[in-house]
């Protein structure tokens, strides 16, 4: 079977600028190529530019970008009262069309042998869906990459067809499991937030309700992250624990092929045509900053140099 | 019938409302002003260039101070295997001049670069790339001693 290598792209905002170091390290020192590039939230936003191999432009939109780039304030009250978010996402929207929407720009897209899959939750289904260059028209490719960026409440959802679609990271924060479906060999994921050990408590109390709210969802993301981690991992070690029982069977009890199919007969297989994953996870060290929603160029670029040197560090 | 002194207060709640309501609309505006994304060979070299100075002087001031007493003479040069050749000959910024080297090759293999790849040597293109290498590295200098060219 062929190798097919893909990239994870996990959601967190303007943490982006992370995966934007990782990527350039990757891509332009290692000269790395993916035939699969699966991304969540500001995952998705990066998954077109690695797919065109644009690394400059990704460098360029992270390190650049504002606040008011990507949202504008609704007043808080009127907003809870009388709309569907706190915020409007119509600059995104056009920053979207400006980096993806460009006719060559989209063509380039199209060629590239790197299949994009980009997570988007359905709110009527409740159920993942994706968007991708091939199986989707360009404008319900670029709403599902402006849906996979829309954390609910803090963004609108995003209307296709009769459907509203929101942030993919409500339900898969780091999308393992499409590129387990879709065939890969390797992964190679980068995640935004530290891992369990790395994770400073806070000192602090909690005592307005916006920031239980915040709070509580932070613990929800992170809860999230591990759990799409745990599975991918889990899902190689069973397979690779039901091969070394079938090899022991035959090295050590001397059973023949069929023998040990035998054992198998009549059992509901789990792993049934999945295989074997490889999973290298670059993740920062500690806590990147406080709130993802916060698009500061000084701290952006400061991410873009950390993740350079992390994912230099865990070649 | 309403009378008069009914009638005002509900008048006064109307136009407050429609006053905070025009305040609301003028705060929802944002003016146009989002980055739109790099098109030529030079901005993107210059993008890339940045970042890898960046992240390599990073915490190094003695590096940073020894880069900018040198672009002067980098000014100088004619072409990028110039530049490199001089960035070698620094002991402390040999490696830079490998991966700006990587960075520039990598560019240039895309398909939309074909005329810089066919006139690679032209002095055109020699000069082109030396300008976005020093764009590039001075803007990193920049961002990193946050002063005017930080931006």
């Known amino acids: 079977m062929a190798n097919k290598r893909a990239l994870v792209l996990s959601g ?19 000269g790395l190529n993916f035939d699969l590039v699966v991304g969540t939230s500001t995952g998705a936003l990066i998954a077109p530019l690695v797919a065109s191999q644009d690394i400059a432009n990704l460098i360029h939109f992270y390190e650049n970008v504002e606040d008011r780039d990507i949202l504008t304030d609704r007043p808080d009250l009127l907003a809870f009262l009388f709309s ?21 720009r989209y063509e380039r897209l199209l060629q590239s042998s790197a299949e994009i899959f980009v997570t988007v939750v359905n709110m009527q289904t409740g159920e ?8 989707d028209p360009k404008p319900t490719l670029l709403k599902k990459i402006l849906a996979s960026a829309c ?17 993919g990271g409500v339900k898969e924060i780091a999308p393992f499991s499409k590129a387990i479906d879709e065939g890969a060999t390797h992964i190679v994921s980068v995640i935004l937030s530290p891992d369990s050990e790395n994770r400073e408590p806070i000192r602090k109390e909690f005592t307005s309700s916006m920031d239980i709210l915040k709070r509580t969802l932070a613990l929800l993301t992170d809860e999230i992250v591990d759990n799409d981690l745990k599975i991918a991992t889990v899902y190689s070690e069973a397979i690779r624990y039901l091969d070394q029982i079938k090899a022991n069977g035959k090295e050590r009890l001397g059973l023949t092929d069929s023998q ?11 792993f049934q045509g999945k295989r074997v994953v490889g999973i290298t996870t670059i993740r920062p060290d500690e806590e990147l900053m406080d709130s993802s929603l916060n698009f500061d160029p000084a701290k952006m670029r400061e991410m873009v140099d950390k993740g350079y040197k992390k994912a230099k560090e865990e070649k | 019938m309403i009378s008069r002194k009914r009638f005002f207060p509900i008048f006064r709640i109307v136009f407050l409302l429609s006053i905070l309501l025009l305040v609301l609309t003028a705060c929802e505006h944002s003016p146009e002003i989002s980055p739109g994304p790099l098109a030529g060979f030079s901005e993107r070299v210059t993008a890339l260039v940045t970042t890898t100075v960046r992240g390599q002087l990073r915490d190094n001031p003695p590096e940073q101070k020894l880069l900018v007493a040198q672009l002067p003479s980098f000014e100088k040069m004619a072409s990028m295997n110039q530049l490199m050749e001089e960035l070698k000959g620094i002991d402390h910024l040999k490696n830079l001049a490998y991966l700006i080297e990587t960075d520039i090759m990598f560019e240039l293999q895309k398909p939309e670069h074909h005329y810089e790849r066919s006139n690679f040597n032209s002095s055109e293109v020699q000069r082109q790339l030396v300008s976005a290498i020093l764009a590039g590295m001075k803007k990193a200098i920049g961002q990193l001693q946050g002063g005017k060219d930080g931006k």
């Open chain 1, 12 to 30: 967190g905002g303007a943490k982006g600028a992370f995966t934007a170091g990782v990527v350039k390290y990757l891509m332009v020192e290692l």
């Open chain 1, 84 to 104: 569907d978010a706190l915020n409007d996402t119509k600059p995104l929207e056009k920053l979207i069309k400006k980096f993806f929407g460009d006719r060559r």
């Open chain 1, 128 to 135: 993942i869906e994706y968007g991708n260059q091939h199986q």
């Open chain 1, 151 to 167: 954390v609910p409440v803090m963004m609108p959802p995003v209307k296709i067809g009769k459907c509203q679609y929101v942030d």
């Open chain 1, 260 to 270: 040990v199919r035998k054992l198998f007969t009549g059992l509901d297989n789990p």
